[in-house]
């Protein structure tokens, strides 16, 4: 598949720097590397994400899995034009993880010109599989 990406020239640097002062810096959700038609985040473990058994908080994952989902269409659109906002997002938690880094892959299902559809796997250090996602996100004109 041919590279799916309208913003060529973004880097990882470009994206962390885009998370200040967001969900993603307050749960130290990291950009670490795009590729041809994927995107790739990171996102610890602890304290921070946390749910009270110790586990990690299915809502961490969403966030997780929003933030790559939904900064992937930002880079499938004209920002000059356009902006995106995601509409509809599942999770199915597969399996719990207690510590470490997790890596959320987001993948396009569907790229259209008023709604993008991403599958979004998050995996833990060992490849298991942590958390499937699918996220829709609409594609506005950008306010005047």
């Keep these: 598949m041919s590279a799916i990406w309208k913003q060529y ?11 200040i002062n967001t969900m993603a810096e307050v749960l130290d959700i990291q950009f670490t590397e795009i590729g041809d ?15 009270p058994y110790g586990l990690l908080h299915g809502g961490a994952s969403a ?4 933030t790559v989902g939904s900064v ?3 880079l499938c659109i004209d920002i000059e034009k356009q902006i995106c906002v995601g509409i509809e997002i599942n999770c199915n938690h597969i399996r719990g993880t207690r ?10 299902l569907h790229i259209g010109a008023t709604t993008h559809v991403w599958d979004i796997k998050i995996h833990d250090e060992k ?10 996100v609409a594609i506005l004109k950008k306010p005047v």
């Excluded at 510590?99 to 396009?108: D, L, S």
Aim: include cysteine; proline fraction near 4%.
């Design 37 to 51: 038609n994927y995107l790739k985040a990171t996102m610890p473990v602890d304290s921070r994400t946390h749910q």
């Design 63 to 66: 966030a997780l899995a929003e």
């Design 99 to 108: 510590q470490g880094m997790v890596v959320a892959t987001a993948e396009p």
């Design 9 to 19: 020239g973004t880097t990882i640097e470009i994206l962390n720097a885009r998370s």
């Design 72 to 74: 992937a269409s930002s």
């Design 127 to 136: 490849q298991r599989l942590i958390c499937a996602s699918r996220l829709t």
